[in-house]
Antibody
Framework: QVQLQESGPGLEKPSQTLSLTCTVS??????????WSWIRQLPGKGLEWIGF???????YYNPSLESRITISLDTSKNQFSLQLSSVTAADSAVYYC????????????WGQGTLVTVSS | DIVLTQTPLSLPVTLGQPASISCRSS???????????LSWFQQRPGQPPRLLIY???NRFSGVPDRFSGSGAGTDFTLKISRVEADDVGVYYC????????FGGGTKVEIK
């Protein structure tokens, strides 16, 4: 079964670029058909989909965040990454990386999540 | 943009009794390909969400058959036939007919 693990700094300064990495095990990140997503959960709040990258490298971002997001694949390391620029305190959240083999099961496999706090 | 409204916000349930959560969409979730991309997730305290149901009514691998999904168009329901202590948590619906959006969540707790 596919397993995912997020990594990255737990603390980021305002206006900086947040960079998170997700390491995938139990399967190849460029296996046909897989979608690799980032989801975030603000403290005590609900879930917000940030965007995804398809195994082929094409991306689709949440329109409300699109100008600040880059999601990329590193097939040599079996990882995918999120970069979120110009962060503010409002970006403090638990960030999850998630995988799915089809659009029907888009968010099937979840990482444990990583807490990111934006503060000076 | 599609908005998903879940009711109730909080659902106290007696162990062994059924529970039902509603998810209403601001637009039809039937995609042009004929599929309806409506899923349900369970988030236990301190845990990441877990996929329970996809495409309205299909249970994901390992999900007990106590969980069932139904509905069509704009109105959907998640039912737990007999609530167990392990079912405590927040339940979210999500649509992926357009860019993915989650409902606000329903907190299930034991009376």
């Amino acid at each position: 079964q596919v397993q995912l693990q997020e990594s990255g700094p737990g603390l980021e300064k305002p206006s900086q670029t947040l960079s998170l990495t997700c390491t995938v095990s139990g399967g190849s990140i460029n296996s046909g058909g897989y979608y690799w997503s980032w989801i975030r959960q603000l403290p005590g709040k609900g879930l917000e989909w940030i965007g995804f990258i398809y195994y082929s490298g094409s991306t689709y971002y949440n329109p409300s965040l699109e100008s600040r997001i880059t999601i990329s694949l590193d097939t040599s390391k079996n990882q995918f990454s999120l970069q979120l620029s110009s962060v503010t305190a409002a970006d403090s959240a638990v960030y999850y990386c998630v995988g799915g083999a089809t659009w029907l099961q888009l968010l099937a496999y979840w990482g444990q999540g990583t807490l990111v706090t934006v503060s000076s | 943009d599609i908005v998903l409204t879940q009711t109730p916000l909080s659902l106290p349930v007696t162990l062994g009794q059924p529970a039902s959560i509603s998810c209403r969409s601001s637009q039809s979730l039937v995609h042009s390909d004929g599929n309806t991309y409506l899923s349900w997730f369970q988030q236990r305290p301190g845990q990441p969400p877990r996929l329970l149901i996809y495409q309205i009514s299909n249970r994901f691998s390992g999900v007990p058959d106590r969980f069932s999904g139904s509905g069509a168009g704009t109105d959907f329901t998640l039912k737990i036939s007999r609530v167990e202590a392990d079912d405590v948590g927040v339940y979210y619906c999500m649509q992926a007919t357009q860019f993915p959006v989650f409902g606000g969540g329903t907190k299930v707790e034991i009376k």
